[in-house]
């Protein structure tokens, strides 16, 4: 069955008649590359292979084939489908909402906007149905719907890099799919244009509370360190060299310690992808149930049968990384007022942190 959301692709042909006066003899991959737009040369390369290319009407699947003057070639390229959002009916626990903004308590598990593995469910999704919307569709030829008939900003929503099938209609700031807590969504160009404003100056407050493994020897600090793709993994990130990665700091402070675990609040002054969850682990305190950054399994102290039968009751309990944005801070970008935010740690969290209190097994 087809995905409303995202339809079948179409083969669409595309034809490239070599000149007459061609004497260059190159290879069709690196011939088809120059004159097709946003196509890699592996891109071409593949499609080759996969018979996606004749010339003179016969398919060829050898990249180095040498070009002649007067070939007909002949392409045909997957076309993208038209990327689209169905509004459905997802409940929302809504934190404020004006005619310009609105803040949403996000539950863990949910992901913020539509892409790639995320075709439905997502808080988007559900903002547009809270909202009373139709679908948005981005075409080829109106990639920018406009803001009235969505109730959305439409600003910086559509596809940013070739291959991106993520759409952001409203979206100003993101959380990752398992981190709870508040997130703003901008209902017109102009809120999100301000708001942006306030994220890029770092004006914006944003704390967060986090259950951490071990307890620090101090009670605060702050951790700045450039952050980029891992290059060993390159679905995570890392902390690398200042000149290889952007700036990024998060501030800490101890809230309260167990045997072997902490909790911690963060304050953030940037907002980099996983900044937080990868700080944490960069200074040896990794956030409990955070697979991606060491933060599952016994990861402080002795590991023994009790033990693993400890955190592997806790973290079926609240199963993803324990973290929740706590509090969200902003000057309303259309009245000028001061807006300052709260949600408690939801239910999962709690539930780990009552563990911890009555104490770890040693």
């Not at 690196?30 to 946003?38: E, G």
């Amino acid at each position: 069955m087809t995905d409303p959301n995202y339809p079948e692709r179409v083969d669409t042909e595309v034809q490239l008649l070599v000149p007459e006066g061609y004497t260059e003899d190159g290879r069709l991959d690196m011939y088809v590359t120059r004159f097709l737009m946003n196509v890699s040369r592996s891109k071409a390369a593949k499609g080759i292979k996969e018979g996606r290319v004749t010339v003179n009407g016969k398919v060829v699947t050898k990249v180095s084939y040498p070009v002649q003057a007067g070939d007909d070639i002949v392409c045909t390229l997957l076309k993208p489908p038209p990327l689209e959002i169905v509004p459905e009916d997802i409940p929302l626990e809504i934190a404020y909402e004006d005619e310009f903004l609105l803040v949403v308590n996000k539950p863990a598990g949910m992901v913020v906007h539509p892409a790639f593995g995320h075709r439905t469910g997502t808080l988007v999704h559900a903002v547009l149905y809270h909202l009373g919307t139709g679908r948005v569709s981005f075409e080829d030829e109106d990639p920018d719907p406009e803001t009235e008939e969505t109730g959305l900003s439409m600003m910086n929503s559509g596809p940013q890099f070739e291959g991106d099938t993520a759409l952001r209609p409203g979206v100003v700031h993101r959380l990752d799919k398992d981190t709870s807590g508040l997130l703003v969504i901008a209902k017109s160009e102009v809120a999100h244009a301000g708001l942006a404003k306030q994220f890029e100056k770092r004006t914006i407050r944003r704390q967060y509370q986090a259950l951490v493994w071990g307890i620090p020897s101090e009670e605060e600090g702050r951790i700045e360190g450039a952050m980029a793709r891992d290059p060993r993994d390159r679905k995570r990130m890392a902390v690398v060299r200042d000149d290889r990665g952007k700036f990024a700091a998060t501030n800490w402070k101890l809230e309260e310690s167990f045997v072997f675990s902490s909790r911690f609040s963060f304050r953030l002054e940037t907002g980099r992808t996983h900044q937080i969850r990868v700080h944490a682990r960069h200074i040896g305190h990794p956030v409990m149930g955070d697979a991606t950054y060491g933060g599952l399994g016994v990861v402080r102290g002795a590991d023994t049968g009790n033990r693993r039968a400890y955190y592997r009751n806790l973290f079926k309990a609240m199963p993803r990384q324990a973290l929740h944005a706590e509090t969200l801070g902003f000057t309303h970008p259309m009245t000028g007022e001061e807006l300052d935010l709260h949600t408690p740690i939801p239910s999962d969290m709690q539930t780990a942190l009552d563990r911890l209190r009555k104490g770890e097994p040693a």
